[in-house]
């Protein structure tokens, strides 16, 4: 798929929300990726990582090398932060997601980006 057609939130694209662990393993963020795919409240997004890690187990895959659980500070008013739930999501995790979710059809973009 080339840049034109890689979907963006912002002026960031799938790619360009890529992060690398330690072990310089890419993941992505599920909190980065949610509006990318068209979530505006996590706990519906958080239902399609739910389903998305059920396919993974049924299709055989072992959903804690997919979906690591994390946390993430955001800010809140008057410049405190809070640590939130977060996903460090696999390419894999993420092409599940796309596939699971109720999100708008921007999804098969970022799915056929994904895999």
């Given at each position: 798929m080339n840049s034109k057609n890689t979907p963006t939130i ?45 396919s993974c187990e049924q299709s055989g895959n072992n959903p ?52």
């Open positions: 912002g002026s960031a694209s799938f790619e360009e929300l890529k992060q690398s662990n330690e072990h310089d393993a890419e993941y992505w963020s599920a909190r980065d990726l949610q509006p990318l795919l068209g979530y505006s409240q996590w706990r519906r997004f958080e239902d399609a990582i739910k389903r998305a890690i059920t804690e090398h997919h979906f690591a659980g994390a946390g993430k500070m955001i800010g809140v008013g008057k410049g405190g932060e809070r640590n939130v739930d977060d996903y460090q999501l696999s390419r894999f995790a993420c092409y599940l997601i796309a596939q699971n979710g109720d999100a708008p059809a921007q999804i098969f973009k970022v799915a056929n980006t994904c895999h």
